[in-house]
């Protein structure tokens, strides 16, 4: 990486900390993104203040090449879209190149059948139905107890063949594919439900308080178990 571009990501970073007040973590992920970015970028002998939408949607196919998962690209997008923007305003670039750029659409990582994720809810209390085919679906989906365990309510997103959520320091939404999901009508029922009953997060006390991680991991685990390797 050249000094030039190790310093603008310094800088840019500085920035993440002290003005979007975000997390020392979250801000070690964008460097790291970014360091990817500049490697490419010095691989094609790029200038970075002459950056067009065309390079970056290269950048994108080149990291598909590579089989990066998905979930790591729009993390890559969302990053380029926020560096592409701080690059604008220190007038270092005339325009932001990367707000052309659209996240891609997630996959079920797994797939269960009809019968078994019915078999599976038919088991269960009727109390218990919303909450654990929620569960199923968000483990499907490759989400970890950490994210359930902070999920809050206004990060869900329900569209016709798409669920929306916004994982902790995120700030888009990303979409998961709804429409070759068996039970998807389920799930949105159960999430609607849900949603109705829940204060603050998705999975929340009587009085409005998380459900704490210890619990959450216990009940990820025992729901976990019905999900086909």
Do not use: W
Not at 110 to 126: G, N, P, Q, Y
Not at 165 to 192: C, M, W
């Amino acid at each position: 990486m050249s000094l030039a571009i190790r310093a603008l990501i310094d800088q840019y970073q500085e920035s993440l900390i002290h003005q979007q007040r975000l997390k020392r973590e979250t801000v070690a992920l964008y460097g790291r993104r970014l360091q990817i970015f500049s490697q490419y970028l010095e691989k094609k002998g790029l200038q970075l203040r002459q950056l067009t939408s065309s390079d970056l949607e290269s950048f994108l196919d080149d990291l598909a090449k590579q089989k990066i998962p998905t979930r790591t690209i729009n993390q890559h997008i969302i990053v380029l879209k926020d560096f592409c923007q701080f690059l604008t305003d220190a007038k270092l670039t005339s325009e932001n190149s990367a707000l052309s750029l659209s996240k891609q659409s997630l996959q079920p990582k797994k797939t269960i059948s009809k019968k078994a994720a019915i078999d599976f809810i038919e088991a269960l209390e009727e109390s218990q139905i919303d909450r654990r085919l929620i569960f199923i679906v968000m483990i499907l989906l490759g989400l970890s107890s950490e994210d359930l365990s902070s999920l809050r309510k206004q990060n869900i997103c329900i569209e016709k063949e798409a669920l929306g959520i916004k994982l902790r320091d995120a700030k888009d939404f990303v979409f998961f594919r709804l429409d070759h999901h068996p039970f998807a009508s389920l799930l949105k029922q159960a999430l609607t439900i849900q949603l109705s009953v829940s204060k603050i997060f998705l999975f929340e006390t009587k009085n409005g308080q998380p459900i704490s991680r210890p619990h959450i991991h216990y009940l990820f685990t025992k729901v976990k178990k019905y999900i086909p390797e």
